[in-house]
T-cell receptor
Framework: ETGVTQSPTHLIKTRGQQVTLRCSSQSGHNTVSWYQQALGQGPQFIFQYYREEENGRGNFPPRFSGLQFPNYSSELNVNALELNDSALYLC???????????????FGPGTRLTVL | AQRVTQPEKLLSVFKGAPVELKCNYS??????LFWYVQYSRQRLQLLLRHISRESIKGFTADLNKGETSFHLKKPFAQEEDSAMYYC????????????FGAGTRLAVHP
């Protein structure tokens, strides 16, 4: 069984640029959630994708967007980067149980984004 | 507002001492509570969840709805317990959004 993978590991961008982060879900999982973890803070929920559709969103502006593909992998896109977007971006995959209850979320290693 | 508070950024103990990592939450309804752990150079992983009521690696946590707390306890700390610990909650159901606290670093000294 393959775990959750994320790419790239590290990324440096400048203010105003756009970035795409990628996540491959664990085998058999159909749901991906994205989190932003600023230095010294816990992860903050950005949004979740279930069967290729957004299934909930946290308190993040529209310049944070995402996609989920038929193989359940996912992308996080951030436009017009700002300095405070610098953070570790985590994705987590899980599988739907009966009645839409989700199972345990398994986290990837994260992508460290630095905005200069 | 939904919130998880971990009042201690760092908890430093000696091996064999008891450990209690504090977690308080605010949530209207019946949340599901979790403890996640991140060991050095490893990814975030689930340690335990309140509904399973089990002990993992000697750790237990009891949900106290009256005090809105979910403190993590271990009677005798081991050096390998040194890690970052995050308390989290979710409303459960089909929308599994985790709300995390800021985390507590546990340092167990020999």
């Amino acid at each position: 069984e393959t775990g959750v993978t994320q790419s790239p590991t590290h990324l440096i961008k400048t203010r105003g640029q756009q970035v795409t982060l990628r996540c491959s879900s664990q085998s058999g999982h159909n749901t991906v959630s994205w989190y932003q973890q600023a230095l010294g803070q816990g992860p903050q929920f950005i949004f979740q994708y279930y069967r290729e559709e957004e299934n909930g969103r946290g308190n993040f502006p529209p310049r944070f967007s995402g996609l989920q593909f038929p193989n359940y992998s996912s992308e996080l896109n951030v436009n017009a980067l700002e300095l405070n977007d610098s953070a570790l971006y985590l994705c987590a995959s899980s599988s739907e149980k009966g009645g839409r209850e989700l199972g345990e979320q398994f986290f990837g290693p994260g992508t460290r984004l630095t905005v200069l | 507002a939904q919130r998880v508070t971990q009042p201690e950024k760092l908890l430093s103990v000696f091996k064999g001492a008891p450990v209690e990592l504090k977690c308080n939450y605010s949530y209207s309804g019946s949340p599901e509570l979790f403890w996640y752990v991140q060991y050095s150079r490893q990814r975030l992983q689930l340690l335990l969840r309140h509904i399973s009521r089990e002990s993992i690696k000697g750790f237990t946590a009891d949900l106290n709805k009256g005090e809105t707390s979910f403190h993590l306890k271990k009677p005798f700390a081991q050096e390998e317990d040194s890690a970052m610990y995050y308390c989290a909650l979710t409303s459960g159901g089909g929308y599994n959004k985790l709300i995390f606290g800021a985390g507590t670093r546990l340092a167990v000294h020999p």
